[in-house]
């Protein structure tokens, strides 16, 4: 293999700062790393603030592709090139060391075919980053029945509010900020499916990829994500998470999904049943 680890990064109008800082951090690294940029953006503007060489490689889509799309193009270059690839937000901060923690990991868990990290707001606080396969009913009442009390017993058991996240366990379910990818697997499941924009593109992923192998949750390293939840605040990303999510549940299943019941049965049973009381 030419590199020890790929990583796409996909931007749309992204800071610079952010841009940077991915940059300098993975370039730190002492893994062989190949950096891909893909950007999204209406315009190539970005492109002269990156400088390429056998390290960076700058990836113009032409138009925005949507981000399970736009880190497809990025991971169809990486075939026989590298053991393992990360895809990752610009909006996220760590250490170098980190990658080689994740790399070391799945060098000798070989059954592992995709590592998630704790998650940490900027603010030091939990980010509820891996759940259980969600339902339509978790989506009705996260995003359009504002009663806090339902909505919390809703979470308990979707977003692990009762786990102290400090254990390695098997997830159905990790944000697609930070995901360390076994290349070979990436490439058995044809990558991200491209059907979903946004948002509900790492739910299919994560659930794919544990069809085949591990896929974990590694709390022995730690990342910080801003999380801007951007859905919340605008129409147009409300819109493309609303109708990317009906695609899921038409591909998966909606009331009838057996194995969604079977898949979170199984998380949850990792688990002491003390702490899964009110599933």
Not at 43 to 58: A, D, F, K
Not at 98 to 115: A, F, P, S, W
Not at 133 to 150: D, G, V, Y
Request: aromatic share 14%.
């Amino acid at each position: 293999m030419e590199y020890n680890l790929t990583i796409s990064v996909v931007l749309f109008n992204t800071d610079l700062e952010e841009i940077n800082n991915v940059i300098r951090t993975v370039l730190a690294s002492k893994l062989k790393v190949k950096l891909f940029f893909v950007d999204n953006s209406p315009n190539r503007s970005l492109e002269n603030h990156i400088r390429q060489n056998e390290s960076l490689e700058y990836i113009y889509s032409n138009q925005n592709v949507g981000f399970g799309a736009g880190h497809n193009l990025a991971i169809s270059k990486t075939k026989d090139i590298s053991e393992f690839h990360l895809v990752l937000n610009a909006d996220v901060t760590f250490e170098a060391s980190i990658l080689e923690e994740c790399y070391n990991y799945m060098k000798v868990n070989q059954n592992t075919g995709l590592l998630a990290p704790k998650i940490l707001n900027p603010d030091g606080t939990i980010q509820y980053s891996v759940k259980l396969l969600p339902s339509p009913l978790n989506l009705i009442i996260r995003r359009f029945i504002p009663i806090k009390s339902l909505k919390k017993k809703m979470d308990y058991n979707y977003e692990f509010h009762f786990f102290d996240f400090n254990e390695v366990i098997e997830i159905p379910y990790a944000m697609g900020c930070f995901l360390f990818i076994n290349t070979k697997i990436f490439e058995m499941v044809n990558g991200f499916d491209e059907r979903f924009f946004m948002y509900p593109e790492d739910i299919d992923l994560t659930r794919r990829i544990a069809e085949h192998s591990k896929a974990i949750f590694y709390p022995k390293v730690t990342i910080i994500h801003k999380h801007g939840r951007g859905s919340y605040k605008n129409r147009k990303l409300l819109y493309y998470h609303i109708t990317s999510m009906i695609k899921y549940f038409n591909k998966w299943g909606w009331i009838f999904d057996k194995g969604r019941k079977a898949i979170n049965k199984k998380t949850l049973s990792q688990f002491d049943l003390q702490f899964t009381k009110n599933k």
